[in-house]
């Protein structure tokens, strides 16, 4: 009997097609790899035999002499883990991390042709379990890099939470005179759909013909192959579970857009910021963690405030709407107004952010709001619930208290827009 990983001849009534077997859940059909990287099933009913050509196919692993053109940029590649850098993992079924990134570039032939390519293996890991030490690293090794000649950087990055890690970077760099560029892939590389190629060769485009300076995600734009999308580091989303469009730039528009196909980068507006003559790499890397994010919600007993307002040196609140949350009205709802209240009195801070995601959260409109308003509450503008977790932890781990609260509510990496370039737009 076949097993996955096989080398197998799958005979069906009118064709035979070779392949690697491939482990799948379905009960209907077999799946196969090409030698294309294709993967294409086939329904079991028309399966007349499976003939076995080879047991257990490993890939091999050729490992080419790159060579550097002196006409070309440079482009440090650092990776980090994630789907971008993973394949299935043929025994489970499921997708591993599992490339180093030099496999990337020997997956990614084309990025030699547009830039001479320098690799660092930075970490390999799913990005949900990415923590601040994580940050400093990567920060460790961008600086590293950008000091050697590195034109840009490109970091393959799981998607779950590439939009913090850019925004941790964002915060990390108050000055870099490069493109430092976060990509993922939201299918595995070894998948017939993946995203990852044609996200890294358009971040390669990106950073050879841009003057931007700073951190930016690069994903697609469009779920076909078409556009890549260069992101705000401090404004970007993953707003979709499986779409290869799933990030998307929140209260602000994308930097620039490339056509895969021409290569052709085009910037989107000229407010962005830009390379200087001289500049200098300026790096505060330190972080709290015990900062928090509570998302309210309807029947929301004080136990939950009670924990944070215990536990954690400042509190996020993902509000509803404007920013209200559950502490007007009823004894716990109340109790939940009274432990903020203390919290903040004790030097506990309180940032308000919107569950909407879209738009800005005010502190007048509603006397609710004016009740958190008064007793210390501090309102994030238009800023992301995950950028603010971001800058709060960085804010306190490189100030002190005071400072950071009064710092929390400045635009300083473009993670607040200013009131009246805000446009009522959002994604449909
Ligand atoms: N869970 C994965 C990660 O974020 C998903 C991905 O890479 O897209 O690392």
Not at 368 to 386: S, T, V
């Amino acid at each position: 009997m076949a097993n996955p990983q096989d080398k197998v001849k799958i005979i069906t009534k009118d064709k035979e097609i070779e392949g690697i077997l491939m482990p799948t859940e379905s009960e209907d059909s077999v799946f196969i790899k090409l030698d294309s990287g294709y993967n294409i099933g086939i329904d079991k009913k028309t399966v007349k035999k499976i003939d076995i050509l080879q047991k257990k196919v490993e890939k091999q692993q050729k490992k080419k002499a790159i060579k550097e053109s002196k006409s070309l940029k440079k482009i440090a590649i650092l990776h980090t883990g994630g789907t971008i850098a993973s394949k299935v993992n043929y025994e489970t079924g499921g997708v591993i991390a599992a490339f180093s990134a030099e496999d990337l570039l020997e997956m990614v032939p084309e990025l030699a042709t547009i830039s001479n390519i320098e690799t660092e293996l930075v970490a390999n890991m799913m990005s949900e379990d990415m923590r601040t030490s994580n940050y400093k690293k990567l920060a460790k090794a961008i600086k590293k890099h950008a000091e050697s000649g590195a034109d840009g950087i490109i970091i393959g990055h799981g998607t779950d939470t590439l939009a913090y890690t850019a925004a941790a970077l964002s915060f990390i760099f108050e000055s870099i005179n490069i493109p430092v560029l976060l990509v993922g892939s939201q299918r595995s590389s070894d998948r017939g759909s993946t995203d990852s190629a044609s996200n890294l060769i358009c971040a390669a485009h990106f950073i050879t013909q841009t003057d931007f300076a700073g951190v930016a995600v690069c994903m697609h734009h469009t779920s076909d192959d078409k556009t890549c999308a260069i992101l705000p580091g401090t404004k970007t989303r993953k707003m979709h579970t499986s779409r290869r469009d799933a990030f998307k730039p929140i209260n602000a528009d994308p930097i620039a857009l490339i056509d895969y196909e021409k290569g052709k980068i085009s910037h989107q507006a000229n407010n962005y910021p830009k390379k200087q003559k001289e500049s200098k790499i300026i790096l505060k890397d330190k972080f709290d963690e015990s900062v928090g994010l509570l998302k309210t919600h309807p029947f929301m007993g004080d136990k939950i405030f009670e924990f944070f307002t215990k536990n954690y040196d400042a509190i996020i609140l993902e509000a509803t709407g404007l920013g209200q949350a559950p502490t007007n009205k009823g004894e716990e709802h109340l109790k939940n107004y009274e432990l903020l209240k203390k919290y903040i009195q004790k030097g506990g801070i309180v940032a308000v952010t919107s569950q909407c995601i879209y738009g800005r959260v005010h502190p007048d409109v509603y006397v609710n709001l004016r009740r958190l308003a008064n007793i210390g509450c501090i309102f994030c503008e238009d800023m992301l619930p995950e950028t603010a977790l971001i800058k709060l932890s960085w804010l306190l781990g490189n100030y002190d208290a005071k400072k950071a609260s009064e710092l929390l509510t400045q635009d300083l990496r473009g993670e607040i827009s200013d009131r009246s370039l805000y446009k009522e737009e959002f994604i449909g």
